[in-house]
């Protein structure tokens, strides 16, 4: 929903936004049908896309990190129900920016659940490499 508001800033500067998930359509739908998210979102269940962009490492033991817990209890308090907990959790979080060629110029991994950069931070990832190009 973060990324949904930062992506009229970063059009302004030709930067098309687009959110990638597992296999969790309900979620998909309730973002945008409940929660007005405007970017297109895409399912990737079978990871593809993860693996493609080097974001494919799995979670393992900091799957019980508390941070993840307790960044999972923040959404929460704030209304946002994942409905039902898919085996997508497993996997690492992440964020990629792709340039037009869609190689990879900046990524972040998660170290557990919920672990996203701030928008700030990815904001001046994209507008630095905007001004690149």
């Not at 962009?53 to 129900?81: E, F, H, M, N, Q």
Request: hydrophobic residues 40%; positive net charge.
């Amino acid at each position: 929903m973060q990324l949904d508001q930062l992506a009229p800033s970063l059009s302004e500067h030709g930067v098309s936004v687009a959110a990638v998930g597992g296999s969790a359509d309900y979620q998909a739908r309730w973002l945008r049908d409940e929660q007005g998210v405007g970017v297109p979102l895409f399912l990737d269940p079978d990871h593809q896309f993860r693996s493609a962009v080097g974001l494919d490492k799995r979670l393992g033991l900091r799957l019980l990190d508390p941070r993840g817990a307790a960044a999972y209890t923040r959404s929460l308090r704030k209304g946002l129900r994942p409905q039902h907990i898919t085996r997508d959790t497993v996997q690492a979080p992440g964020v990629v920016i792709l340039d037009r060629h869609h190689n990879v110029c900046w990524q972040y991994r998660g170290h557990r659940i919920g672990d996203y950069p701030a928008m700030h931070e990815l904001e001046q990832a994209v507008l630095k490499l905007a001004m690149m190009t």
